[in-house]
């Protein structure tokens, strides 16, 4: 009979058991890699990268030959138009043709002129079918060059940039990502102390309903006052009220840290405290060296001067002065038959040169270059102050991680203490031997001491994520940090 009875309580405890969410151990660098992986920040530097590698891509297309085919076919037309007759008059006349063409053509820019090389092939057919009459007309075959004259050269100078560009949105796809594991180290963090306080409410609530157990066994002796009783009445309201927001805090923190890490699912998350701190020696010359030759800020700064220098000689250039020369030589003929077209045609030459000079300007011209001047100044100022920020964050932040390294000694150290130190307070206070107050300092203590130890690993962390980001290297590794 007994069995009959406990056999229903046997299946719900298993039907509660299987809907319980699943409990997952995660450690920092777990999390780190899945928000390198999943997160919604790591897709999107990944399609700025690939976008990033069209833009250069297509820049590189503008220095490659290029050959287009263009033509109208058919050209029909069936209407009346309006011809001018010799005494000034309007007549409209009938007209029924076919007028179609196409040409073959190619072009090859040259960066170091900004002219460009030119051939083209064409053919134009035209149909009267009023009269039944067909005539063929076109250049076989013909070359020619265009070279603008007292202009910018933006293809030269483009060909300075475009490289730098792209090579900087390639370390800003590395930052991108050493960015990611920053973020993610702070969620993870945030957790882990929502963690950790809920296991310190938990502990001190389960110990304080313990002295308060023991105290009312003393008041009901007549050993202790009732002071004390309420006291201890009142420890176990704020470890009830600890509890409760220690609760709603890591509710809050790992939803945040799923979202930004793209977890999906209702598994509980328990993290693992990252305290397997290794003796790594980061040198701030070692850091400014990698940064100066990794980071996308150091090729910003070249690019930036460049940008500067090229805007004032786009500024000269533009004095105002257009010319174009073109020169084109072939062949052209005209003729009853398409096969005809290709028999003895005649020489075609084409010179010619076009200009377009201000008389006056007012000045414009040269305020435009002025004006680039000045801002070739402002721009090489401002990157020599960038500089010097950028090497001041780096020297800060290896200051800031040597003295994490030494505060997580200490820090561990006073954790430890503080937890034996109430272990001691506690049993004395359950003998008598202590008063309910320093039971209630040596019960802050201890706690405070927890939660500091999980600031400084904190800060250590993230100061270590950031120098990975400030210089794109792995200082565990020895190598420099590169993605597929």
């Known amino acids: 009979m007994k069995k009959l009875l406990l056999l229903p309580l046997l299946v719900i405890a298993l039907a509660v058991c299987a809907q319980a969410p699943d ?3 995660l450690s920092l660098t777990d999390v780190v890699s899945m928000a390198k992986e999943r997160s919604l920040a790591a897709l999107q530097a990944s399609t700025i990268r690939e976008t990033r590698y069209w833009e250069w891509r297509t820049h590189r297309s503008n220095y490659a030959p290029q050959l287009a085919l263009q033509g109208t076919l058919p050209a029909y037309t069936k209407s009346f138009i309006p011809v001018v007759q010799p005494n000034g008059t309007i007549d409209f006349l009938s ?50 060059y ?8 933006a293809l030269k100078w483009n ?75 009142l420890e176990e309201l704020k470890a009830l009220k600890a509890v409760a927001t220690a609760r709603r805090d890591i509710e809050i923190a790992n939803l945040n840290l799923k979202a930004y890490t793209g977890l999906a699912g209702d598994e509980r998350l328990q993290l693992l405290v990252p305290d397997d701190v290794r003796n790594i020696r980061i040198e701030a010359g070692k850091v400014l060296s990698e940064a ?14 460049l940008e500067a220098k090229r805007d004032v000689v786009k500024a000269k250039a533009e004095n105002g002065i257009n010319a174009t020369l073109t020169a084109r030589a072939g062949f052209t003929n005209s003729s009853t038959g398409f096969g005809k077209m290709y028999q003895a045609p005649k020489d075609q030459q084409v010179v010619q040169l076009e200009f377009d000079i201000p008389i006056l300007d007012w000045g414009r011209s040269r305020s435009r270059a002025r ?4 801002n070739q100044k402002f721009v090489e100022y401002a990157v020599r102050q960038d500089r010097q920020n950028f090497m001041q964050e780096i020297v800060t932040e290896v200051t800031l991680f040597d003295m994490m390294k030494a505060q997580l000694d200490l820090t561990r150290r006073a954790d430890s203490i ?67």
């Open 292 to 305: 100066n030759a990794n980071r996308s800020d150091a090729i910003a700064f070249l690019r930036r001067e």
């Open 159 to 233: 060909n300075k940039i475009e490289p730098l560009k792209y090579q900087e949105s390639k370390q800003q796809y590395i930052e991108s990502m050493e960015e990611v594991a920053l973020v993610a180290a702070g969620y993870f963090f945030e957790q882990l102390l929502a963690q950790v306080n809920l296991q310190i409410a938990d502990a001190n609530l389960s110990n304080t309903q313990n002295i308060l157990r023991i105290a009312n066994e003393k008041y009901d002796m007549g050993k202790i006052a009732h002071n004390e009783i309420l006291q201890l009445q």
């Open 23 to 25: 409990t997952v151990r």
């Open 371 to 374: 004006t680039a001047a000045a």
């Open 95 to 144: 007209v029924h043709n076919n007028n179609s063409s196409m040409s073959l053509s190619f072009s090859q820019r040259i960066a170091a002129t900004g002219g460009t090389v030119f051939g083209t092939s064409q053919i134009q057919r035209f149909d009267d079918f009023d009269r039944n009459n067909t005539l063929y007309s076109g250049v076989p075959y013909g070359i020619g």
């Open 146 to 153: 265009e070279q603008p004259l007292f202009r910018f050269n």
């Open 418 to 484: 503080a937890t034996e130190k109430y272990g001691i307070a506690r049993d004395r206070y359950v003998l008598g031997k202590l008063s309910i107050t320093d039971l209630s300092i040596a019960f802050q203590e201890k706690d405070q001491a927890k939660r500091d130890y999980i600031f400084v690993l904190r800060d250590y962390w993230k100061a270590f994520y950031r120098l990975r980001y400030l210089s794109l290297y792995d200082f565990e590794r020895q190598q420099k940090i590169t993605y597929p």
